[in-house]
């Protein structure tokens, strides 16, 4: 018998046995569909982690004290070394500025809203993906004369005036037990928070205000314990972070002394993207456990097989069929058996990557690699879970075989 009516045969017995077949295909459909499923939904949580990460923009990043090291106040970060840098590193920076922040209260219409006030300077705005619907950001003039002035965003101006159109209104504040007035020079457009799709809480609206402003309600004139930088689309991030670092640390005499902390979006990209390659990974593996009981039915399954047509084996022999034309066989059955669970657990997990990634908001990502891996570790269950039954099939002597019942 050649291979080729070794498959019409193997087919032939999987149509007579419909139901049996089906059921012996279920754990490798399971396998291959839950493997498909996770490995798409992996890849396609960190295409929406990229997306995120540069409508963020992925030049962002920032430098910050260390707090655990017990910096003093000298150690804290002044317009001088903002200067320093902008003149030291120009062609790389976009923009740079403090960002001092400091919760607050608003008291309009019998209601309490809470706020953060962030201070910044004129060039935010080229860090932040600022987008003015009416009036202006904060410039140059307002950091110089340290101006009670806010910048706020659309939808806190429609809670608290019912419009947007609030250039001139004075928002009044509560800082730190100091109720302030700010006059109101620009409204922006409210941007989508990174990942809103899965947060439901709502957090306190931004209101920016001069950076100088800010230093009113500290014992610091012109400090901040961070700053927020952007760099140009060419520079390459870390090594620009690494001579801002270095530039800062010689000049608040600190080489050595781990008192400064950067972060760079592009470096949380790499490592977020890292941990869900570890975690598809993982839980992909632990998915494939159940194609390992699949292959077991399979050879139980054909252990059955062989037992039912022994007889039949016997006849074949008894008129030279050969070991290798027996195990043949056996082994066409098993892999086709093995080969069908497989593309209809492709076809499932493919639909169902595709149901949860429209339920849960994010694009589904069907890898080539794992249909193609998961098409030969399919085939690959098939030849050795039905290697043994084969096997035995082919080893059975004619006579006994002719004689059982």
Not at 131 to 141: K, Q, V
Not at 160 to 171: A, I, K, Q, S
């Amino acid at each position: 018998m050649n291979l080729l009516e070794s498959i019409n045969s193997a087919i032939e017995a999987i149509i007579a046995n419909k139901m049996r077949s089906l059921l012996t295909m279920l754990g490798i459909i399971i396998g291959i569909s839950s493997v498909i499923t996770i490995v798409a939904l992996g890849n396609g949580s960190q295409r929406l982690i990229q997306q995120e990460f540069e409508s963020f923009g992925v030049s962002r990043a920032f430098i910050s004290l260390n707090w655990r090291e017990s910096p003093t106040v000298n150690d804290l970060l002044t317009k001088e070394d903002i200067e320093v840098l902008q003149m030291a590193l120009g062609e790389q920076i976009r923009g740079i500025s403090p960002q001092i922040r400091n919760a607050a209260r608003v008291h309009q219409r019998n209601e309490i809203t809470s706020i953060f006030l962030i201070g910044v300077n004129e060039q935010y705005n080229r860090i932040e993906n600022i987008n003015m619907l009416n009036g202006r950001f904060i410039m140059a003039e307002d950091i110089a004369n340290s101006r009670m002035i806010a910048v706020i965003d659309d939808e806190f101006a429609k809670n608290l005036f019912n419009r947007t159109d609030v250039v001139g209104e004075d928002l009044i504040a509560n800082v730190q037990e100091q109720s302030i007035a700010l006059t109101i020079v620009g409204v922006y457009e409210k941007p989508v928070a990174p990942f809103a799709q899965f947060d439901s809480g709502e957090s306190p609206p931004d209101v920016y205000v001069p950076a100088s402003m800010m230093n009113m309600f500290t014992d610091n004139d012109d400090l901040s314990n961070g700053l927020a930088i952007n760099l140009f689309p060419d520079a390459d991030v870390q090594d620009t972070m690494d001579k801002i670092l270095s530039i800062i640390e010689r000049r608040h005499d600190a080489v050595g002394k781990d008192l400064y902390r950067t972060y760079t979006a592009e470096s949380e990209l790499a490592l977020i993207n890292q941990i869900m390659g570890i975690l598809t990974a993982v839980i992909g593996a632990i998915a494939a456990i159940s194609l390992l009981v699949g292959g077991i039915g399979i050879m139980n399954i054909m252990l059955v097989s062989v037992t039912e047509r022994t007889r039949e084996i016997g006849i074949r022999k008894a008129i030279g069929a050969k070991y290798a034309n027996i195990r043949t066989q056996f082994l066409v059955e098993s892999l086709i058996i093995s080969s069908l669970g497989g593309m209809i657990g492709i076809i499932l997990g493919t639909f169902l990557s595709f149901i949860v990634a429209y339920v849960a908001g994010f694009p589904p990502a069907v890898s080539i690699s794992a249909v193609l891996l998961a098409t030969l570790f399919s085939a690959g269950v098939g030849v050795f879970f039905g290697y043994y039954p084969a096997s035995k099939a082919a080893r059975l002597d004619p006579i006994q075989a002719l004689r059982y019942e």
